[in-house]
C-alpha cells in the first residue's frame, strides 16, 4: 500500500532479517529495495567513485546478491554500496539542474520554473535530515562532490568526516529517496548508529517523502517502532523464526490493533525484565539507604525526600508504563497509618512500611538477640543477660518524664497532617464562596499516648519500637551500651553488617518490612 508502513518489532535472534530477505524473494517480479541490517556506514571518498557502466553492472550484481541467502548475513556490495547510492544521489541532482537549465534556455519565467520541477533532491534529502533533529545539511560542490555543511554556518567538509550518526541518516535517507516509484523499501535496522530520539523521526520523514512507496521496517527499537504514526502504520511483533535445513520456514508474528500498545512479552523478550525501582524517603547518602540495599539488592533503589515525593513518583510511572521500561513502586514509613491507609497506598504501588521508621529495623529483637549473641562470644557474657538488659534499659528510656507524651504527640501529629490535607476543600467546594474555610478533625493523641501506655505496661518493646518514632529517645544509646558498644552508630554499623552476612537475620528483616505491592 503506497504511503504506509509495516513495522515488524522483535528482539536480537527473532529472525527479523530472515523475514526481510524472504519478503524480497516474494517479490519477484516488483521493484524491492532492501536496506540491509549489516550495512557499511562510512565513504572511501566525498563523491561516487565508479563509472556509469559500472553502476549498471552493480545493479545487476546487488539483485543476483540479494538472492542470495547468505545476505541475511554478508554484504556481498559493501565496498561498493555507498558509491552506489552516491551516484544515484549525484546523478538525481544533475538531472535536476539539467531540467532547470533547459527551461531557462526555453524562456520559463524563474516563478514558474519550480512549479514545472518541483522540489530539488537536495533540499528534498536536507528537509529529511532536519525533521529528523540532526544540526548537519548536504551540499555539492564543483568537483562534483558532496560536503556537510552545518546549520550554525560553520565551514563545510567532506561527507567522508560526518559522525557514523550522520553518515547513517545521510545513506538510509539518500538510498530510499532515489528507489524508483511504487517501490516495496524493506529497512533492516533502521536505528543502526542512530540515537533512539532521532531514527523514529528519521524514518517518518523518509517515508513522508516518498508517499508513492510501501515501507517494511524490522527493528528491536521499541521507541521507534510505537512512536511511528499509528494512522499509516500496521505494527507487527516477531517473536521468533521457524528453521529447517538453515533455512527459514515459518514466523511467529503477530499483528497488532491499531489501539494496542505493544505487549509486555515482547517487551521482555527485546529489553529483559523491567527494571525494577522503589523509591523511597530519605537522602541518598544514609544508613537507611544501606540497609535497604541489603534487603532489596535485586532493585535499583532511589531516595527522593518525603513521602508526597515518592507517592508523585510512583503515581508517574504506573500511569505512563507503555512510555518507559522501570516497575516503579515506592517505601514510606509508617508513621501511624491504619490498615485502609495502607491497603489504599498498596492499590498505588506503595508499600507502608511496619515500622514507623526504617531505621527502627536496627532495635527490633531479632536484630537486638543477634548482636547479643555476637557480642556474648566477644565480652565473654552471658547472650541472653545481655538482651534482657537492653529490653530493661529500653523500656525505662521510653518511660521516662515526657517521653511517652513526645512519641504519642508525634504519631498524632502525622496522622493528623494526613486528615488535614485529605479534607481539605475541592474548588467546588471554594466557589460557593464559603467563609471561613473550616477544616478539622479529631485529635488522634489521647489513643496514641494510651496505647504506648499498655505497651509500657505490658513490657512490649517490640510493638513500640515498631509504632513509634525512637529516634529521638535515649533508648538507641541505652541499647548501643547495654550491648557494650561505644556509641549509636557503632552499634547501628554492627546491626546493618550483622544483617547483610546473615541471610536468615535478613530474611526475618524483610519479613518484618512487608513484601512491595
Partial sequence: ?????????????????????????????????????????????????????????????????????????????????????????????????????????????????????????????????????????????????????????????????????????????AEVMTVPSSSLVIIDEPERHLHRLISASLIEAIAAGRQDCHFVVLTHDLDLAASLPRSSTTLAVLAKTTWSNGLPVGWDLRILDPEDDIPESARCAILGGRRRVPFLEGEAHSLDLRLYEVLFDEWTLMPVGGCDQVIRAVHGLLTSETHHWVHGRGIVDGDGRDAAERANLAVNGILALAVSEVESLYYSEIVRRALAARQGETLGKEPTELLDDSTHRALAALSAGDTPNRLAASVAEKIVSRRLFDDLPTRAELATGVDPVVVSTSSPFPMQLAQLAGYLQAADLESIVREYPIRDTSLRADVAASLGFKSIEHYEAAALARIRHDPQLATAVRQIIGDLP
Fill in 1 to 173: 500500500m503506497p504511503g504506509h508502513i509495516t513495522a515488524v518489532v522483535g528482539p536480537n535472534g527473532s529472525g527479523k532479517s530472515a523475514l526481510g530477505h524472504w519478503l524480497q524473494q516474494q517479490a519477484a517480479g516488483a521493484k524491492v529495495r532492501r536496506v540491509i541490517a549489516h550495512r557499511r556506514l562510512w565513504f572511501e571518498s566525498a563523491g561516487p567513485d565508479i563509472t556509469s557502466p559500472q553502476r549498471e553492472q552493480l545493479g545487476v550484481n546487488i539483485t543476483h546478491w540479494g538472492a542470495d541467502p547468505q545476505s541475511r548475513w554478508r554484504d556481498h556490495a559493501q565496498a561498493q554500496r555507498a558509491s552506489v547510492v552516491l551516484f544515484d544521489l549525484l546523478a538525481q541532482i544533475n538531472d535536476y539542474n539539467a531540467r532547470v537549465v533547459e527551461l531557462l534556455k526555453q524562456g520559463v519565467q524563474p516563478e514558474h520554473i519550480w512549479d514545472a520541477v518541483g522540489i530539488s533532491m537536495l533540499d528534498r534529502i536536507n528537509s529529511i535530515l532536519g525533521n529528523a533533529h540532526l544540526k548537519v545539511r548536504l551540499a555539492t560542490t564543483d568537483r562534483a562532490t558532496f560536503e556537510a555543511v552545518t546549520v550554525d554556518g560553520c565551514p563545510g567538509y567532506p561527507i567522508q568526516e560526518m559522525s557514523d550518526g550522520e553518515k547513517s541518516a545521510l545513506l538510509l535517507s
